[in-house]
Structure formats: C-alpha cells, structure tokens
C-alpha cells in the first residue's frame, strides 16, 4: 500500500501520512474493540474488518484532503491558508462519506448474533477514528509537513476525463453496452443458493478439518451433528422414536426406550442419560453423514413435523443453524431497508436533489448484483476454485453475503458521495450539469481511481488466506470496487445525470430548506465554489 502510494503521490511524506492516518484508525479501532469485548462479545472477525477498513478508509480520505490541498497551494495561497482552505472544503465531504459507511455497517446490529453485531461495532469505530485522523491528524500534519507533499494540480484532461467526454456525447451507446456487461456479469446471482458450512470452509491439511474428512468417508453417521428433541414430560417414545428412525436420513434414534434403526429398536432399553429428574426426556436423532451434506433444514424441518407425543423442542447442531439461516433471512429485509433509506436520506442532505440519490442507490445495487454473480460463479458453483485454493460446497454461507452487502454498499456510496460532491460543487459554482459533470470527473477521477485500486488490493490480500469466509469477502469486495469506480461512477453515472438534464438538481421547495451546506473558511476572500 506504502508503494502504491508513492507512485500516486509521487511524494514520499504524503504516502507516509496517508498510511499513517490509516494505522491510527486501525489501531483506535482495535483499541475500542478491546473496550467493548469487556462488555459484551466481540467476534474475533472485528479485527480483520478493523485492519482492511481502516485501512482503506485512510487512505481514501487521506488521498481526499492532501489533493485538496494541492490543489489551493497550486491556486497561489500560502501554506498556512492552504490547509485551512483544504480543511473546509474537504471536512463536509468526509463526514457525509464517513456517515454513509458507518449507516451501512450499524444495519448489521439487527441481527440478533454477536458474530453480525461485531462488524457493526467495527465499523463505527472505523469510521470515527478515519474521520477524526482526517479531520484532526492531517490538517496537523499538513500545517508541519506540508511542504514535502505538494505537486502541481491534476492535468486539464486525462484517461478517464476523455473517455468520460466520449461515453456522454454517445449516451445511449456507451451506456447500453456497460450496462449489458454488467447485467450479463450478474446473471449467475439468479442460480444463488443458501446453504450451511461445514469443514470444508478450513484450511487444508488443518486437524478439524482432516478428522471431518475421514469421519465422512469412513464412518456411516457422526454423533456431534445429532438432533437433540426433548420432551417437556415424561411420556411413552416407543411410537415416536420408530416413527422418527423411519425419516429419510436418520441414521438411528436413541430414546429412553431402546435405541431404533428403520422402525425397529437395536437396543434394549434403560438409557438413564436420556431421562431428567424433573421428568424431562430427551430423543438423540443421529443424522447420516448424506443429510448433513445435503439440505440440512429440509431434514430438520421433517423431524419438527413429526407428531410428538408431548410438548417438544428441537436444538442441536443442525437446529441452531436452522435456526440461525431462519433469522437471519427474516431480518435480512429490515437491515437492506435501513441501509437504502438512511443513505438516501443522507445523499439528498448533501445534494438537496430527489433524483440524484435515487440513482445513485440504482447504481449502487447494480454494482452489488455483479459481486453477488461472482460469488455464486467463483464459490458455489466453483469457476477458479484450483486457482484461489478452496473445494466448492455448492452453496453459500448465507450470514457472508449480508456483511458483504453492508460493507460494499457503504464502500461505494464512499466513492459515490466524492464525486457527487464535486459535481454539485461545479453546478453551484457554474450552473451548467455538463460542464459540471465533466470538471468533477476531471478532479475527482484519478482520486477515485487511486482509492479504489489501493482499497481493492487490500482486500484482495484475504484472497490469501485459507479460510474461504475471508476469501469470498477479500474477492468479492475488491471486484464491487473496481466495478464501482470503474463502470459504474464514471460512466453510467455521468451518463444518468446527462439524460436527466435539469432534472438532477430538482427538490420540492419546502425539502430544500432541509441540506446541510458547506463550512465556510475563516477568510474573507473565499471564492464562491467552497460556500
């Protein structure tokens, strides 16, 4: 990431600042997390979203305020003003960004597992703390150092300024085609399909997973994946342990009455182990190894509707993440609701537009089609899997494209909210769109690009690992990226703004009394554009 940012910067100490605004936040993210787990549970997974996201976000906000302050010393202000001029125009930016990030990642907190909760908590804190080393850390930084980080402003035109002019004087064209890629990119999302992990999700060569391995091949059932029924009284389970042993992958039924295979008991009664003082009983289905690697809620689900002859409960193993898939898919709509309408919410106070947001949420969810479409085509349907060192279990582990969802929707509303800003900043100063349009693609494109890339090789970095959670978060995130920043933000959004015309800036009178305006440096010879 160092390096990278030197070939961008071309300066060494403004590589060295941005990385090191990007270590505070990691550092005060963990320091937090470490803080909370003394109050509740925090999945150890925190960290690595603490590390990538810190990361990433310092470097996008650093990147944002040191080329702003290129850019007002290239204008002739002195140092000093320089970075208080920088300050003000880049802070609103920054915090809307930060807000739009922290809102999809706090959606997380509606599942009721801490394993969710936990990435909530990580990305607040990320957040803060990335805003606070811009806010706080480089505009210090800058005052001091300063000097070392200046560079003549971006050029009048560059690649993505050209090809931005040629895709809006062929609107329909350009965007038809980038559209019909992207759509055909995201058609395996139609094939997508829910499942449950097991060992296979480990390294190879791990001790768990190779006695998982040898279990399954060698051993007709495990006792670790059993059903646990009980019975809230005492009662006959002769008739019901039968009638559960004869289900379609039960490989046998251990009751207080004997022990059943197919219907018939194996084994003499006398199990004290299965009876409780208080007169609770308790039924051990035993799955075959063939149930556990098929639909595991299917098979749950029959052994729930199997008449019992008391008041029943169902647990184990394969019912806690019956139950887990359950909760997780029912709540699923209110966090994609909560993400939509807060960052909706959020653009419109910083654009006072009704349709901007609008597409800029359209766009965004295309983008997400497209990571979705991978994640079916690399990890379940396994395209690539020799190549990135996995097996393929022909399913997805549902809780994985939730956080994936959350953080790449808040990634790309990241970048949405820098080159909106822009744009809205030249319309204000100007009032032509197009012209806006170009001159924010102009300043913003290579700040956009230079993030995104530094941002994806980061999570690409987890490609690496053998745990295949971190390599479906690590691929499919760094692709969103790419995609977004690419395709999508300056191309079809451009383009959108284009057809739309007027339309774009467009607010019912009495909303617009609602936007948050810009900070206003302490001078009195700003120039318009930063009001």
Known sequence: M???????????????????????????TLAGLRLLAQFTEVSTFAANL??????????????????????????GHAHHDAVVRAT??????????????????????????????????AGVLVVLTAVAGAVLFLPAALARWGRHVERPAAPA?????????????????????????????????????????????????????????????????????????????????????????LLPGVYQVDAPSGAYRHGQRTAAPGQDRLTAPTGRVRLAVVPTQQAMYGD????????????????????GYPGETTDFRATLL?????????????TYVILFLMTNSVLLPLKATVLNLLSLSVMFGCLVWVFQDGHLSGTLGFIP??????????LMF???????????????????????????????????IRRSAPLITGAAGILALSFLSYVGSGVVFLKELGLGTALTILVDTTLIRLVLLPLAMRLAGRANWWAPRKLRRLRIREAHAPTDELPAEYV
Not at 52 to 63: I, R, S, T
Not at 188 to 204: A, I, K, N, S, Y
């Open 50 to 75: 603490a590390l990538v996201l810190g990361l990433g976000l310092g470097v996008d906000y650093g990147l944002f305020v040191i080329n702003r302050y290129r850019e007002e010393r290239a204008a």
């Open 330 to 342: 029912e709540r699923l709509p209110y966090a994609i609701g909560i993400v939509l309408a807060a």
């Open 296 to 315: 595991v809620p299917a098979f749950v689900d029959r052994i729930r509707k199997t008449p019992f002859p008391a008041r029943a409960l169902v647990g």
């Open 406 to 440: 959350c953080v790449a929707y808040g990634l790309s509303m990241d970048y949405e909210v820098f080159l909106l800003a822009r744009i809205k900043e030249e319309h204000d100063r100007t009032g032509d769109t197009l012209r806006a349009v170009g001159e924010g």
């Open 157 to 245: 035109s560059g690649l993505w300024h050209r090809t931005a002019l040629r895709a809006l004087r062929r609107p329909l064209l350009a965007g038809g085609g980038v559209l019909t890629v992207l759509l055909v990119a995201a058609l395996p999302l139609l094939g997508l399909r829910f499942g449950l992990p097991d060992e296979r999700v480990l390294p190879p060569g791990t001790s768990s997973r190779t006695i998982a391995e040898i279990t399954h091949r060698e051993f007709a059932a495990e006792p670790t994946d059993t059903v646990q029924i009980v019975l809230a009284e005492s009662a006959d389970t002769r008739a019901y342990a039968a009638a559960l042993s």
């Open 88 to 121: 003000a125009a880049a802070i609103r930016t920054v915090v809307f960004s930060g807000v739009t990030v922290a809102v999809s990642l706090c959606s997380l907190a509606v599942f009721p597992f801490f394993f969710l909760r936990s990435f909530a908590y």
């Open 2 to 28: 160092l390096l990278l940012l030197i070939l961008v910067y071309r300066r060494t100490v403004a590589a060295l600042l941005t990385v090191a605004a990007g270590l505070l936040s990691v550092l005060g």
């Open 393 to 402: 279990t022909g399913s997805i582990e549902p809780s994985i494209p939730v």
